[in-house]
């Protein structure tokens, strides 16, 4: 796996989405998962989340499917070696209820943050850009491996997920996402 680093995603400070897809594409031929047409249309989007730090913070992901009159979504995360979810939650909205999911790692393994009894000497590094910009509260940490599901804890709860040494992709399945339920515990991120 290559070493990468952090200007191998920013052009004179400006987050390159085409380089970040080429880096997940990687990751998906090393795990051997199969890269579908649609992986290379703009339904499949990444982000740095306006942190400037993207290979600490930031996702990959596509929604299969987000039926809000069946109530159900199917959604892959793509996330980089040690790459974190920014914290957030799911609010309920004029549209509908506040969001459900569980994850299901596909390839790699995980660190699920959400809400309980803070996890004493935590297996993973947090990224230094989201603890000094107050943007982490869950403590509570859970190592999901291979084939292993976790489950939100509660509706609204505050959560992230972490990719493991080798990174991960992560099914997660749910109930209907809404733009606007989306709320961000670090107040500068921009999704």
């Not at 190592?143 to 509660?154: A, D, H, Q, S, Y």
Request: glycine fraction near 10%.
């Amino acid at each position: 796996m290559k070493k990468l680093v952090k200007s191998d995603f920013y052009d004179n400070g400006k987050f390159n989405k085409q380089k970040a897809f080429e880096a997940y594409y990687d990751m998906m031929r090393r795990f051997n998962y199969p890269i579908y047409p649609l992986l290379k249309t703009d339904q499949f989007w990444t982000s740095d989340f306006a942190q400037n730090d993207f290979l600490n913070v930031g996702m990959a992901g596509i929604f299969w499917i987000n039926n809000t009159e069946a109530g159900y979504f199917g959604h892959e995360i793509y996330l980089l070696p040690g790459q974190m979810i920014v914290e957030h939650g799911h609010n309920k909205v004029a549209e509908g209820p506040a969001k459900m999911e569980s994850w299901q790692v596909r390839h790699g393994m995980i660190y699920t943050f959400g809400g309980g009894e803070p996890t004493a000497n935590l297996p993973v590094k947090l990224p230094e850009s989201q603890l000094k910009a107050n943007g982490i509260t869950a403590r509570n940490c859970k190592v999901l491996k291979l084939g292993e599901i976790g489950t939100l804890n509660r509706l609204t709860a505050k959560h992230f997920m972490m990719g493991g040494p080798e990174g991960a992709i992560v099914t997660e399945y749910g109930t209907p996402h809404y733009g606007p339920a989306l709320e961000f515990t670090n107040k500068t991120v921009v999704f």
